[in-house]
């Protein structure tokens, strides 16, 4: 197996997590949280989102999927670059509202086909690649592409997890 390869194989597993954590769920269960201070379902997965689109637009050096069409109309948000749920207050987190599940399973195919469509592409020399010099030591793709994986990772099982507690609540 190809480095490429296993990077695909990594990256579309996402697509039915993310499906499987919000599908059926309205707008109220998209945004329901199960203490003060906890991230929503919704706001999960628009943040993982987020940042798989700034950080493969960095890559590629193209514009985020999310400035163009009318996703950000679709969260009740401003189509903002920088705005990828890093550091929200709490108001920022409620602000993040969904129209529908349908949107963020959308929003969430649009930037996954993106990254296939990049990753299949990928060498094992272009892994090496500095992308980022802002660190110590400087980030490369392969790193930046390994992050990425781990933050999206990490918050579909936050968010499947909070379907499961959705679920029993029924």
């Not at 990049?118 to 980030?139: A, E, M, Y």
């Not at 930046?144 to 609540?169: C, I, P």
């Amino acid at each position: 197996m190809r480095v490429c390869e296993l990077l695909v194989e990594t990256f579309d597993r996402l697509p039915d997590l993310v499906r499987a954590a919000v599908e059926g769920l309205d707008p109220e269960q998209l945004r329901w949280a199960p203490a003060d201070g906890a991230n929503p379902i919704g706001w999960l997965v628009w943040h993982l989102t987020r940042i798989q689109d700034d950080h493969l637009a960095e890559i590629l050096g193209e514009p985020q999927i999310w400035v163009g069409g009318d996703w950000a109309r679709r969260f009740g948000l401003t189509a903002d670059p920088a705005d990828t749920g890093y550091g929200h207050t709490a108001e920022q987190v409620a602000a993040v509202a969904a129209d529908s599940a349908e949107t963020l399973i959308d929003h969430y195919s649009a930037v996954a086909t993106r990254t296939r469509e990049f990753l299949v592409t990928v060498s094992d020399d272009d892994l090496d690649r500095i992308v980022d010099d802002s660190w110590d030591p400087p980030v490369t793709l392969g790193v930046r592409l390994v992050s990425v994986a781990n933050d999206d990772l990490q918050h579909v099982g936050q968010a499947g997890y909070l379907r499961g507690l959705l679920d029993t609540r029924r």
